[in-house]
Protein backbone atom coordinates (compact mmCIF):
# COMPACT_ATOMS: atom_id res chain seq x y z
CA UNK A 1 0.00 0.00 0.00
CA UNK A 2 1.34 3.61 -0.98
CA UNK A 3 1.21 5.87 1.96
CA UNK A 4 1.85 8.84 -0.75
CA UNK A 5 -0.55 7.10 -2.96
CA UNK A 6 -3.73 7.04 -0.50
CA UNK A 7 -2.60 10.66 1.00
CA UNK A 8 -2.77 12.18 -3.04
CA UNK A 9 -6.17 10.04 -3.17
CA UNK A 10 -7.76 11.37 0.47
CA UNK A 11 -6.57 14.97 -1.04
CA UNK A 12 -7.96 14.53 -4.43
CA UNK A 13 -11.54 13.35 -2.19
CA UNK A 14 -11.31 16.79 0.01
CA UNK A 15 -11.09 18.66 -2.95
CA UNK A 16 -14.23 17.35 -4.79
CA UNK A 17 -16.09 17.43 -1.38
CA UNK A 18 -15.38 21.01 -0.69
CA UNK A 19 -15.58 22.18 -4.62
CA UNK A 20 -19.33 20.01 -4.95
CA UNK A 21 -21.19 20.12 -2.03
CA UNK A 22 -18.82 22.82 0.24
CA UNK A 23 -17.88 19.89 2.88
CA UNK A 24 -14.53 20.03 4.40
CA UNK A 25 -12.82 17.32 5.55
CA UNK A 26 -9.42 16.05 7.20
CA UNK A 27 -7.70 14.88 4.78
CA UNK A 28 -4.66 13.74 7.38
CA UNK A 29 -7.49 11.87 9.56
CA UNK A 30 -8.72 10.22 6.47
CA UNK A 31 -5.80 8.57 6.03
CA UNK A 32 -5.10 7.39 9.18
CA UNK A 33 -8.42 6.40 10.79
CA UNK A 34 -10.09 3.48 9.48
CA UNK A 35 -13.83 4.74 10.89
CA UNK A 36 -13.47 7.92 9.42
CA UNK A 37 -12.25 6.48 5.87
CA UNK A 38 -15.25 4.37 5.81
CA UNK A 39 -17.37 7.10 6.68
CA UNK A 40 -16.13 9.72 4.37
CA UNK A 41 -15.99 6.81 1.44
CA UNK A 42 -19.73 6.27 2.39
CA UNK A 43 -20.33 9.99 1.91
CA UNK A 44 -18.38 10.01 -1.03
CA UNK A 45 -20.51 7.21 -2.87
CA UNK A 46 -23.91 8.92 -1.83
CA UNK A 47 -22.97 12.08 -3.87
CA UNK A 48 -23.22 9.83 -6.75
CA UNK A 49 -20.70 11.77 -8.87
CA UNK A 50 -18.73 9.36 -11.24
CA UNK A 51 -14.71 10.98 -10.61
CA UNK A 52 -15.78 11.00 -6.82
CA UNK A 53 -16.47 7.34 -7.07
CA UNK A 54 -14.00 6.26 -8.79
CA UNK A 55 -11.79 7.95 -6.14
CA UNK A 56 -13.47 6.26 -3.57
CA UNK A 57 -13.43 2.95 -4.88
CA UNK A 58 -9.96 3.71 -5.11
CA UNK A 59 -9.18 4.77 -1.38
CA UNK A 60 -11.09 1.53 -0.14
CA UNK A 61 -8.83 -0.43 -1.94
CA UNK A 62 -5.78 1.38 -0.33
CA UNK A 63 -6.85 1.44 3.16
CA UNK A 64 -8.86 -1.90 3.35
CA UNK A 65 -7.35 -3.97 0.60
CA UNK A 66 -10.25 -4.95 -2.19
CA UNK A 67 -13.27 -3.08 -2.70
CA UNK A 68 -16.07 -4.68 -1.35
CA UNK A 69 -19.32 -4.15 -1.70
CA UNK A 70 -20.74 -4.29 1.72
CA UNK A 71 -18.22 -2.63 3.93
CA UNK A 72 -17.76 -4.33 7.56
CA UNK A 73 -18.14 -2.68 10.21
CA UNK A 74 -15.64 -1.34 11.58
CA UNK A 75 -13.36 -3.24 13.57
CA UNK A 76 -12.76 -2.85 17.35
CA UNK A 77 -10.34 -0.24 17.87
CA UNK A 78 -7.22 -0.44 20.59
CA UNK A 79 -7.73 2.11 23.55
CA UNK A 80 -5.10 3.86 22.60
CA UNK A 81 -6.87 4.42 18.79
CA UNK A 82 -10.15 5.56 20.43
CA UNK A 83 -8.51 8.02 22.67
CA UNK A 84 -6.96 9.74 19.30
CA UNK A 85 -10.16 9.60 17.76
CA UNK A 86 -11.88 11.28 20.70
CA UNK A 87 -9.22 13.94 20.96
CA UNK A 88 -9.38 14.31 17.27
CA UNK A 89 -12.88 14.99 17.52
CA UNK A 90 -12.40 17.24 20.44
CA UNK A 91 -9.89 19.16 18.61
CA UNK A 92 -11.86 20.08 15.37
CA UNK A 93 -15.21 20.90 17.75
CA UNK A 94 -13.04 23.45 19.67
CA UNK A 95 -10.37 24.50 17.01
CA UNK A 96 -12.28 24.91 13.77
CA UNK A 97 -9.16 26.75 12.02
CA UNK A 98 -7.04 23.85 12.45
CA UNK A 99 -9.67 22.31 10.04
CA UNK A 100 -9.42 25.16 7.83
CA UNK A 101 -5.53 25.16 7.45
CA UNK A 102 -5.93 21.75 6.26
CA UNK A 103 -8.33 22.24 3.89
CA UNK A 104 -6.57 25.16 2.06
CA UNK A 105 -3.63 22.95 1.83
CA UNK A 106 -6.02 20.74 0.07
CA UNK A 107 -6.79 22.96 -2.30
CA UNK A 108 -3.78 23.69 -3.04
CA UNK A 109 -2.15 20.27 -3.55
CA UNK A 110 -3.67 20.34 -7.26
CA UNK A 111 -1.65 22.39 -8.68
CA UNK A 112 1.79 20.48 -8.13
CA UNK A 113 0.94 18.12 -10.20
CA UNK A 114 3.09 17.95 -12.91
CA UNK A 115 5.33 20.88 -11.52
CA UNK A 116 6.06 23.21 -8.83
CA UNK A 117 5.62 26.54 -10.55
CA UNK B 1 12.96 6.07 -19.25
CA UNK B 2 13.16 5.02 -22.61
CA UNK B 3 10.90 7.67 -24.29
CA UNK B 4 12.84 9.84 -22.61
CA UNK B 5 16.18 9.24 -23.38
CA UNK B 6 15.21 8.96 -26.95
CA UNK B 7 13.39 12.83 -26.85
CA UNK B 8 17.00 14.08 -25.33
CA UNK B 9 18.39 12.58 -28.00
CA UNK B 10 16.31 14.30 -30.38
CA UNK B 11 17.19 17.54 -28.83
CA UNK B 12 21.14 17.48 -28.77
CA UNK B 13 20.80 16.23 -32.41
CA UNK B 14 18.83 19.51 -32.93
CA UNK B 15 21.26 21.41 -30.89
CA UNK B 16 24.33 19.70 -32.83
CA UNK B 17 22.99 20.86 -35.93
CA UNK B 18 22.39 24.42 -34.79
CA UNK B 19 25.78 24.58 -33.15
CA UNK B 20 27.47 23.51 -36.47
CA UNK B 21 25.59 26.16 -38.24
CA UNK B 22 27.25 29.04 -36.36
CA UNK B 23 30.51 27.71 -36.45
CA UNK B 24 31.42 29.54 -39.44
CA UNK B 25 30.07 32.90 -37.64
CA UNK B 26 32.03 32.06 -34.69
CA UNK B 27 35.44 31.72 -36.54
CA UNK B 28 34.70 34.84 -38.29
CA UNK B 29 33.81 36.70 -35.37
CA UNK B 30 36.64 35.49 -33.16
CA UNK B 31 38.91 36.95 -36.05
CA UNK B 32 37.54 40.16 -35.83
CA UNK B 33 37.96 39.82 -32.08
CA UNK B 34 41.40 39.19 -32.00
CA UNK B 35 42.48 41.57 -35.15
CA UNK B 36 42.92 44.72 -32.61
CA UNK B 37 45.26 46.10 -30.78
CA UNK B 38 44.88 43.54 -27.82
CA UNK B 39 43.28 39.68 -27.80
CA UNK B 40 40.72 40.71 -25.15
CA UNK B 41 40.75 38.56 -22.24
CA UNK B 42 37.35 38.46 -20.42
CA UNK B 43 37.42 37.33 -17.53
CA UNK B 44 37.25 40.22 -14.58
CA UNK B 45 39.79 38.11 -13.35
CA UNK B 46 41.48 37.85 -16.49
CA UNK B 47 41.64 42.04 -16.79
CA UNK B 48 43.06 42.13 -13.33
CA UNK B 49 45.67 39.51 -14.44
CA UNK B 50 48.10 42.02 -15.53
CA UNK B 51 49.14 44.77 -13.51
CA UNK B 52 51.80 46.00 -15.85
CA UNK B 53 50.06 46.04 -19.78
CA UNK B 54 47.55 48.47 -20.26
CA UNK B 55 44.66 46.36 -19.87
CA UNK B 56 41.61 47.61 -20.96
CA UNK B 57 39.43 47.18 -18.68
CA UNK B 58 38.64 46.44 -14.79
CA UNK B 59 40.86 45.58 -12.14
CA UNK B 60 41.93 47.53 -9.05
CA UNK B 61 43.74 50.00 -11.38
CA UNK B 62 42.97 49.55 -14.72
CA UNK B 63 38.81 50.68 -14.87
CA UNK B 64 37.71 53.81 -16.08
CA UNK B 65 35.26 53.86 -13.96
CA UNK B 66 36.83 52.92 -10.44
CA UNK B 67 36.62 56.36 -8.87
CA UNK B 68 38.94 54.77 -5.88
CA UNK B 69 41.85 54.18 -6.95
CA UNK B 70 44.95 56.40 -8.15
CA UNK B 71 46.61 55.70 -10.84
CA UNK B 72 49.92 54.50 -9.22
CA UNK B 73 47.43 52.42 -6.60
CA UNK B 74 47.29 49.07 -7.66
CA UNK B 75 46.73 47.97 -4.34
CA UNK B 76 44.15 50.16 -2.66
CA UNK B 77 45.23 50.35 1.00
CA UNK B 78 49.08 48.67 0.90
CA UNK B 79 49.95 46.93 3.51
CA UNK B 80 52.86 48.23 5.77
CA UNK B 81 56.20 47.14 3.92
CA UNK B 82 57.61 44.29 5.41
CA UNK B 83 60.86 43.73 3.16
CA UNK B 84 61.91 45.22 -0.01
CA UNK B 85 59.60 44.72 -3.02
CA UNK B 86 60.21 42.19 -5.31
CA UNK B 87 60.72 44.08 -9.03
CA UNK B 88 57.79 43.02 -11.08
CA UNK B 89 58.36 40.54 -13.83
CA UNK B 90 59.20 42.23 -16.90
CA UNK B 91 56.21 40.94 -19.12
CA UNK B 92 52.75 40.34 -18.53
CA UNK B 93 53.01 37.00 -16.42
CA UNK B 94 50.65 34.03 -17.71
CA UNK B 95 51.26 31.85 -15.22
CA UNK B 96 51.48 31.52 -11.49
CA UNK B 97 53.99 33.89 -9.85
CA UNK B 98 55.86 34.47 -6.35
CA UNK B 99 55.57 38.01 -5.21
CA UNK B 100 56.30 39.56 -1.95
CA UNK B 101 53.82 40.44 0.78
CA UNK B 102 53.95 44.39 -0.29
CA UNK B 103 52.84 43.64 -3.29
CA UNK B 104 49.00 41.61 -1.98
CA UNK B 105 46.17 44.39 -1.00
CA UNK B 106 44.92 44.30 2.15
CA UNK B 107 41.45 45.59 0.62
CA UNK B 108 40.95 43.22 -2.06
CA UNK B 109 42.04 40.55 0.29
CA UNK B 110 39.54 41.26 2.72
CA UNK B 111 36.97 41.60 0.29
CA UNK B 112 37.93 38.11 -1.27
CA UNK B 113 37.87 36.53 1.89
CA UNK B 114 34.62 37.94 2.46
CA UNK B 115 33.10 37.36 -0.71
CA UNK B 116 34.28 33.55 -0.60
CA UNK B 117 32.55 32.73 2.60
CA UNK B 118 29.44 34.61 0.91
CA UNK B 119 29.47 31.98 -2.35
CA UNK B 120 30.10 29.24 0.00
CA UNK B 121 27.19 30.41 1.90
CA UNK B 122 25.31 29.61 -1.20
CA UNK B 123 25.30 26.54 -1.57
CA UNK B 124 25.68 25.75 2.44
CA UNK B 125 23.18 26.35 3.28
CA UNK B 126 21.57 28.35 0.86
CA UNK B 127 21.15 26.18 -1.42
CA UNK B 128 20.71 22.98 0.75
CA UNK B 129 17.48 25.01 2.06
CA UNK B 130 16.15 26.39 -1.49
CA UNK B 131 15.63 22.93 -2.46
CA UNK B 132 14.98 21.15 0.67
CA UNK B 133 11.82 23.06 1.27
CA UNK B 134 10.72 22.66 -2.40
CA UNK B 135 10.70 18.39 -2.14
CA UNK B 136 8.43 15.87 -0.61
CA UNK B 137 9.42 15.56 3.22
CA UNK B 138 10.17 12.02 2.73
CA UNK B 139 13.58 13.08 1.01
CA UNK B 140 13.92 16.43 2.50
CA UNK B 141 17.26 15.24 4.37
CA UNK B 142 18.71 13.38 0.93
CA UNK B 143 18.05 16.78 -1.34
CA UNK B 144 19.75 18.73 1.85
CA UNK B 145 22.62 15.84 2.34
CA UNK B 146 23.55 15.88 -1.71
CA UNK B 147 24.71 19.74 -1.19
CA UNK B 148 26.59 19.18 1.44
CA UNK B 149 28.49 16.18 0.28
CA UNK B 150 29.41 17.69 -3.15
CA UNK B 151 30.64 20.64 -1.21
CA UNK B 152 33.19 17.86 0.63
CA UNK B 153 33.78 16.06 -2.67
CA UNK B 154 34.55 18.72 -5.24
CA UNK B 155 36.64 20.74 -2.50
CA UNK B 156 39.23 17.66 -2.34
CA UNK B 157 38.51 17.41 -6.35
CA UNK B 158 39.38 20.87 -6.58
CA UNK B 159 42.68 20.88 -4.48
CA UNK B 160 43.96 17.36 -6.15
CA UNK B 161 42.90 18.48 -9.96
CA UNK B 162 40.23 20.53 -10.66
CA UNK B 163 42.33 24.27 -9.81
CA UNK B 164 45.29 23.00 -12.04
CA UNK B 165 42.80 22.54 -15.26
CA UNK B 166 40.99 24.84 -14.78
CA UNK B 167 43.09 27.78 -13.92
CA UNK B 168 47.11 27.11 -15.68
CA UNK B 169 47.43 27.44 -19.08
CA UNK B 170 47.45 24.23 -20.95
CA UNK B 171 49.18 23.00 -24.30
CA UNK B 172 45.48 23.55 -25.63
CA UNK B 173 43.10 26.40 -25.08
CA UNK B 174 40.76 23.40 -24.62
CA UNK B 175 42.53 22.18 -20.83
CA UNK B 176 44.67 23.54 -18.47
CA UNK B 177 48.08 21.54 -17.34
CA UNK B 178 48.82 19.35 -14.67
CA UNK B 179 51.43 21.55 -12.95
CA UNK B 180 49.57 22.38 -10.16
CA UNK B 181 48.31 18.95 -8.97
CA UNK B 182 47.40 18.53 -5.24
CA UNK B 183 48.00 22.25 -5.59
CA UNK B 184 51.65 22.01 -6.28
CA UNK B 185 53.39 25.44 -6.10
CA UNK B 186 51.08 27.10 -3.94
CA UNK B 187 53.49 28.94 -1.27
CA UNK B 188 53.76 31.07 1.21
CA UNK B 189 57.49 31.50 3.26
CA UNK B 190 57.11 34.15 6.03
CA UNK B 191 61.12 34.10 6.22
CA UNK B 192 61.00 35.62 2.50
CA UNK B 193 58.15 37.30 2.93
CA UNK B 194 57.07 35.97 -0.64
CA UNK B 195 53.70 34.11 -1.77
CA UNK B 196 52.44 32.49 -4.50
CA UNK B 197 49.66 34.40 -6.75
CA UNK B 198 47.65 33.10 -9.73
CA UNK B 199 48.56 35.12 -12.90
CA UNK B 200 44.72 36.41 -13.04
CA UNK B 201 44.57 37.78 -9.62
CA UNK B 202 48.03 39.26 -8.81
CA UNK B 203 46.55 41.45 -6.00
CA UNK B 204 45.31 38.38 -3.77
CA UNK B 205 47.26 35.42 -2.42
CA UNK B 206 46.47 32.65 -4.38
CA UNK B 207 45.22 30.56 -1.69
CA UNK B 208 43.06 33.10 -1.40
CA UNK B 209 41.60 32.74 -5.35
CA UNK B 210 41.59 28.69 -4.84
CA UNK B 211 39.38 29.09 -2.14
CA UNK B 212 37.20 31.35 -4.10
CA UNK B 213 36.99 29.83 -7.20
CA UNK B 214 36.46 26.65 -5.16
CA UNK B 215 33.02 27.77 -4.17
CA UNK B 216 32.10 28.20 -7.83
CA UNK B 217 33.22 24.45 -8.44
CA UNK B 218 31.34 23.48 -5.50
CA UNK B 219 27.88 25.07 -6.30
CA UNK B 220 27.82 24.47 -9.68
CA UNK B 221 27.29 20.99 -9.67
CA UNK B 222 24.87 21.29 -6.35
CA UNK B 223 22.74 23.20 -9.08
CA UNK B 224 21.93 19.94 -10.76
CA UNK B 225 20.85 18.21 -7.69
CA UNK B 226 17.32 20.04 -7.85
CA UNK B 227 16.75 18.25 -11.41
CA UNK B 228 17.03 14.51 -9.85
CA UNK B 229 15.64 15.29 -6.66
CA UNK B 230 13.95 12.50 -5.33
CA UNK B 231 15.01 9.39 -7.43
CA UNK B 232 18.96 9.41 -7.85
CA UNK B 233 20.75 6.86 -6.10
CA UNK B 234 23.35 8.38 -3.44
CA UNK B 235 26.52 6.09 -4.49
CA UNK B 236 25.79 7.24 -8.03
CA UNK B 237 25.15 10.89 -7.60
CA UNK B 238 28.69 11.16 -5.34
CA UNK B 239 30.16 9.40 -9.02
CA UNK B 240 28.28 11.42 -11.30
CA UNK B 241 29.18 14.82 -9.71
CA UNK B 242 32.87 13.49 -8.91
CA UNK B 243 33.41 12.95 -12.85
CA UNK B 244 31.31 15.95 -14.16
CA UNK B 245 32.98 17.96 -11.58
CA UNK B 246 36.68 17.21 -13.45
CA UNK B 247 35.19 16.34 -17.19
CA UNK B 248 32.57 19.06 -17.27
CA UNK B 249 33.06 22.21 -15.00
CA UNK B 250 37.14 22.51 -15.02
CA UNK B 251 37.58 22.80 -18.96
CA UNK B 252 34.91 24.87 -19.19
CA UNK B 253 35.75 27.42 -16.41
CA UNK B 254 39.44 26.95 -18.33
CA UNK B 255 37.81 28.29 -21.31
CA UNK B 256 35.61 31.39 -19.99
CA UNK B 257 38.32 32.25 -17.22
CA UNK B 258 41.63 31.56 -17.93
CA UNK B 259 42.91 33.75 -20.59
CA UNK B 260 44.42 31.44 -22.69
CA UNK B 261 41.55 29.48 -22.69
CA UNK B 262 39.00 28.56 -25.82
CA UNK B 263 36.42 30.84 -25.43
CA UNK B 264 38.19 33.99 -23.33
CA UNK B 265 40.69 34.36 -25.75
CA UNK B 266 38.05 34.40 -28.67
CA UNK B 267 36.54 37.68 -26.27
CA UNK B 268 33.51 35.89 -24.51
CA UNK B 269 31.88 37.69 -21.74
CA UNK B 270 31.62 36.30 -18.84
CA UNK B 271 31.64 37.92 -15.49
CA UNK B 272 30.71 35.66 -12.89
CA UNK B 273 29.41 32.48 -14.75
CA UNK B 274 26.68 32.71 -16.74
CA UNK B 275 28.51 30.57 -19.12
CA UNK B 276 30.28 28.26 -16.44
CA UNK B 277 27.99 27.95 -13.49
CA UNK B 278 24.31 28.20 -15.08
CA UNK B 279 24.42 26.83 -18.56
CA UNK B 280 26.37 24.26 -18.11
CA UNK B 281 24.49 23.50 -14.46
CA UNK B 282 21.23 23.92 -16.43
CA UNK B 283 22.34 21.45 -19.55
CA UNK B 284 23.63 19.06 -17.27
CA UNK B 285 20.21 19.20 -15.08
CA UNK B 286 18.41 19.23 -18.34
CA UNK B 287 19.88 15.74 -19.24
CA UNK B 288 20.06 14.51 -15.57
CA UNK B 289 16.07 14.61 -15.74
CA UNK B 290 16.03 12.55 -19.34
CA UNK B 291 18.17 10.06 -18.02
CA UNK B 292 16.95 9.54 -14.75
CA UNK B 293 13.09 9.40 -16.48
CA UNK B 294 10.10 10.84 -14.44
CA UNK B 295 9.24 10.21 -10.23
CA UNK B 296 6.54 7.89 -10.15
CA UNK B 297 3.61 9.60 -9.94
CA UNK B 298 4.50 12.98 -12.13
CA UNK B 299 1.84 14.69 -13.89
CA UNK B 300 -0.41 12.16 -11.87
CA UNK B 301 -0.58 13.05 -7.85
CA UNK B 302 0.87 16.28 -6.21
CA UNK B 303 4.18 16.54 -5.24
CA UNK B 304 3.25 18.59 -2.15
CA UNK B 305 6.09 20.27 -0.88
CA UNK B 306 7.88 19.86 2.33
CA UNK B 307 8.02 23.27 3.18
CA UNK B 308 8.36 26.96 1.45
CA UNK B 309 9.92 28.93 4.01
CA UNK B 310 12.96 26.56 3.76
CA UNK B 311 12.98 27.79 -0.23
CA UNK B 312 12.45 31.45 0.76
CA UNK B 313 15.00 31.38 3.90
CA UNK B 314 16.99 29.51 0.65
CA UNK B 315 16.27 32.07 -1.77
CA UNK B 316 17.42 34.72 0.30
CA UNK B 317 20.66 33.46 1.46
CA UNK B 318 21.39 32.91 -2.45
CA UNK B 319 20.69 36.20 -3.25
CA UNK B 320 22.73 37.67 -0.48
CA UNK B 321 25.59 35.30 -1.10
CA UNK B 322 25.59 36.44 -4.98
CA UNK B 323 27.08 39.81 -4.05
CA UNK B 324 30.21 37.73 -3.00
CA UNK B 325 29.55 35.51 -6.32
CA UNK B 326 29.20 38.85 -8.38
CA UNK B 327 31.06 41.47 -6.50
CA UNK B 328 33.42 39.29 -5.73
CA UNK B 329 34.11 38.32 -9.50
CA UNK B 330 35.88 41.77 -9.57
CA UNK B 331 38.66 40.37 -7.85
CA UNK B 332 39.04 43.40 -6.27
CA UNK B 333 37.67 45.92 -3.89
CA UNK B 334 36.82 48.37 -6.37
CA UNK B 335 34.29 50.21 -8.12
CA UNK B 336 33.55 47.93 -10.80
CA UNK B 337 32.73 45.56 -7.64
CA UNK B 338 30.62 48.35 -6.40
CA UNK B 339 28.85 48.54 -10.00
CA UNK B 340 28.38 44.40 -9.61
CA UNK B 341 26.62 44.60 -6.66
CA UNK B 342 23.95 47.16 -7.56
CA UNK B 343 22.89 45.65 -11.29
CA UNK B 344 22.91 42.61 -9.21
CA UNK B 345 20.68 43.67 -6.92
CA UNK B 346 18.47 46.07 -9.44
CA UNK B 347 18.33 42.75 -11.76
CA UNK B 348 16.89 40.62 -9.00
CA UNK B 349 14.08 42.84 -7.89
CA UNK B 350 12.78 43.60 -11.50
CA UNK B 351 12.83 39.35 -12.15
CA UNK B 352 11.22 38.78 -9.58
CA UNK B 353 8.07 41.56 -9.69
CA UNK B 354 8.19 40.42 -13.36
CA UNK B 355 7.59 37.16 -12.48
CA UNK B 356 5.16 37.67 -10.17
CA UNK B 357 3.52 39.89 -12.49
CA UNK B 358 3.01 37.11 -15.05
CA UNK B 359 1.90 35.31 -12.55
CA UNK B 360 -0.68 37.33 -11.78
CA UNK B 361 -2.09 37.77 -14.97
CA UNK B 362 -1.91 34.18 -15.84
CA UNK B 363 -3.21 32.34 -12.49
CA UNK B 364 -4.82 35.40 -10.83
CA UNK B 365 -3.01 34.85 -7.99
CA UNK B 366 1.00 35.83 -6.63
CA UNK B 367 3.33 32.60 -4.59
CA UNK B 368 5.92 32.74 -2.53
CA UNK B 369 7.45 30.59 -4.97
CA UNK B 370 6.98 32.82 -7.36
CA UNK B 371 8.52 35.87 -5.92
CA UNK B 372 11.73 33.30 -5.12
CA UNK B 373 11.83 32.27 -8.21
CA UNK B 374 12.21 35.60 -10.35
CA UNK B 375 14.18 36.84 -7.51
CA UNK B 376 16.55 33.88 -8.74
CA UNK B 377 16.09 33.78 -12.17
CA UNK B 378 17.31 37.60 -12.36
CA UNK B 379 20.49 37.01 -10.17
CA UNK B 380 21.34 34.47 -12.20
CA UNK B 381 20.41 36.15 -15.73
CA UNK B 382 22.91 39.57 -14.54
CA UNK B 383 25.83 36.78 -13.31
CA UNK B 384 27.13 37.31 -16.35
CA UNK B 385 26.50 40.68 -17.65
CA UNK B 386 27.38 41.92 -13.62
CA UNK B 387 30.47 43.70 -14.51
CA UNK B 388 30.00 44.88 -17.69
CA UNK B 389 26.40 46.61 -17.74
CA UNK B 390 24.97 49.74 -16.35
CA UNK B 391 21.86 50.22 -14.73
CA UNK B 392 19.53 50.21 -17.84
CA UNK B 393 20.97 46.93 -18.68
CA UNK B 394 20.57 45.81 -15.04
CA UNK B 395 16.42 46.63 -15.80
CA UNK B 396 16.00 45.30 -19.28
CA UNK B 397 18.03 41.79 -17.86
CA UNK B 398 15.91 41.22 -14.90
CA UNK B 399 12.79 42.23 -16.87
CA UNK B 400 13.87 39.15 -19.69
CA UNK B 401 14.93 36.95 -16.89
CA UNK B 402 11.23 37.11 -15.31
CA UNK B 403 9.68 36.47 -18.29
CA UNK B 404 11.98 34.04 -20.09
CA UNK B 405 12.90 31.83 -17.18
CA UNK B 406 8.99 32.08 -16.20
CA UNK B 407 8.14 30.08 -19.42
CA UNK B 408 11.14 28.24 -19.16
CA UNK B 409 9.76 26.76 -15.91
CA UNK B 410 6.21 26.34 -16.88
CA UNK B 411 5.82 25.92 -21.05
CA UNK B 412 9.12 24.83 -21.83
CA UNK B 413 9.37 22.47 -19.29
CA UNK B 414 5.91 20.85 -20.41
CA UNK B 415 7.27 21.04 -24.14
CA UNK B 416 10.59 19.62 -23.22
CA UNK B 417 8.71 16.57 -21.29
CA UNK B 418 11.06 16.43 -18.54
CA UNK B 419 10.47 16.14 -14.78
CA UNK B 420 13.05 18.70 -14.02
CA UNK B 421 11.62 18.26 -10.10
CA UNK B 422 13.12 21.89 -9.27
CA UNK B 423 13.07 23.47 -12.80
CA UNK B 424 17.08 23.67 -12.79
CA UNK B 425 17.40 24.07 -16.69
CA UNK B 426 14.13 26.56 -16.71
CA UNK B 427 16.28 28.94 -14.21
CA UNK B 428 19.74 28.13 -14.56
CA UNK B 429 20.02 27.21 -18.18
CA UNK B 430 17.06 29.56 -19.52
CA UNK B 431 18.82 32.60 -17.42
CA UNK B 432 22.23 31.40 -17.67
CA UNK B 433 21.39 31.79 -21.82
CA UNK B 434 19.20 35.04 -21.54
CA UNK B 435 22.03 36.52 -19.39
CA UNK B 436 24.94 35.53 -21.42
CA UNK B 437 23.19 37.10 -24.88
CA UNK B 438 21.96 39.86 -23.53
CA UNK B 439 25.78 40.92 -21.83
CA UNK B 440 26.46 40.99 -25.66
CA UNK B 441 24.05 43.67 -26.38
CA UNK B 442 23.82 45.80 -23.00
CA UNK B 443 27.55 45.31 -22.45
CA UNK B 444 28.97 49.53 -21.35
CA UNK B 445 31.63 49.99 -22.79
CA UNK B 446 32.72 52.71 -20.18
CA UNK B 447 32.81 50.13 -17.49
CA UNK B 448 34.52 47.82 -18.49
CA UNK B 449 36.68 49.30 -21.79
CA UNK B 450 35.61 46.45 -23.81
CA UNK B 451 33.43 45.70 -26.92
CA UNK B 452 30.63 43.02 -26.61
CA UNK B 453 29.97 40.62 -29.53
CA UNK B 454 26.39 39.74 -29.86
CA UNK B 455 26.82 36.42 -32.21
CA UNK B 456 30.03 35.26 -30.13
CA UNK B 457 28.05 35.36 -26.92
CA UNK B 458 25.08 33.40 -28.12
CA UNK B 459 27.66 30.81 -29.87
CA UNK B 460 29.34 30.73 -26.76
CA UNK B 461 26.61 30.40 -24.54
CA UNK B 462 25.01 27.36 -26.88
CA UNK B 463 28.48 25.93 -27.57
CA UNK B 464 28.88 25.22 -23.78
CA UNK B 465 25.27 23.87 -23.65
CA UNK B 466 26.31 21.67 -25.91
CA UNK B 467 29.12 20.58 -24.50
CA UNK B 468 27.83 20.10 -20.94
CA UNK B 469 24.88 17.84 -22.10
CA UNK B 470 26.69 15.57 -24.43
CA UNK B 471 29.23 14.84 -21.87
CA UNK B 472 26.80 14.56 -18.80
CA UNK B 473 25.18 11.96 -21.30
CA UNK B 474 28.26 9.97 -21.59
CA UNK B 475 29.20 10.34 -18.09
CA UNK B 476 25.40 9.08 -16.84
CA UNK B 477 25.62 6.29 -19.18
CA UNK B 478 28.92 5.10 -17.54
CA UNK B 479 27.66 5.42 -14.19
CA UNK B 480 24.40 3.73 -15.35
CA UNK B 481 27.23 0.79 -16.27
CA UNK B 482 28.38 0.20 -12.86
CA UNK B 483 26.30 1.45 -10.16
CA UNK B 484 22.37 2.41 -11.54
CA UNK B 485 21.63 5.49 -11.29
CA UNK B 486 17.86 5.15 -10.14
CA UNK B 487 16.76 3.93 -7.08
CA UNK B 488 13.93 1.03 -7.25
CA UNK B 489 10.41 2.06 -7.04
CA UNK B 490 9.71 0.49 -4.07
CA UNK B 491 12.53 2.98 -2.83
CA UNK B 492 11.52 5.67 -4.22
CA UNK B 493 8.22 5.56 -2.38
CA UNK B 494 9.55 4.91 0.80
CA UNK B 495 11.33 7.91 0.20
CA UNK B 496 15.44 8.60 -0.27
CA UNK B 497 15.80 9.64 3.39
CA UNK B 498 14.59 5.81 4.94
CA UNK B 499 15.99 4.08 2.02
CA UNK B 500 19.25 5.65 1.33
CA UNK B 501 20.34 7.27 4.78
CA UNK B 502 17.97 5.19 7.49
CA UNK B 503 16.65 8.79 8.21
CA UNK B 504 13.62 10.55 8.27
CA UNK B 505 12.09 13.76 9.22
CA UNK B 506 9.90 13.72 12.22
Given at each position: MSATEKLSVAALIGVILRRRINRTIDVKWLVENDAYAREIIKISREQKLEDLNEYADHLEKLTFGESKPNMAPAPAQSMEDTAKADIHEWLKETEPEVEEKEDDAVLDASKYIGGLR | MNRGKNTLYRWILVAGIMFSATLPALAETSLTTTTGAVSVPVNPSTIA???????PAGGPSAS????????????MSPTPTVVAPVPA??????ATFEVGFDKISSGDTAWMLTSTALVLLMTIPGLVLFYAGMVRKKNVLSTALQSFAICCVVTVLWVLIGYSLAFTPGSTPFLGSFDRVLLNGLSYIKATSQLSVNHIAPTIPESVFIMFQMTFAIITPALIVGAFAERMRFTAMLIFMSLWSVLVYAPVAHWVWEPSGLLASKGVLDFAGGTVVHINAGAAGLVCAYMLGPRTGFGKVPFIPYNLVYTLVGASLLWVGWFGFNAGS?????GRAGMAMLVTQIAAAVAALTWIGIEYFIKSRITMLGFASGAVAGLVAITPASGFVNVNGALAIGLAAGIFCYWGATALKRLLGADDALDVFGIHGIGGLVGAILTGVFADKAISGLDANLMLQTVAAFGTLIYSAVMTLIILTVVNMFVGLRIDAEEEHDGLDLTQHAERVM
Open positions: - | ADPNAPAPTDMSATPADTTPPTAPTAVAAD
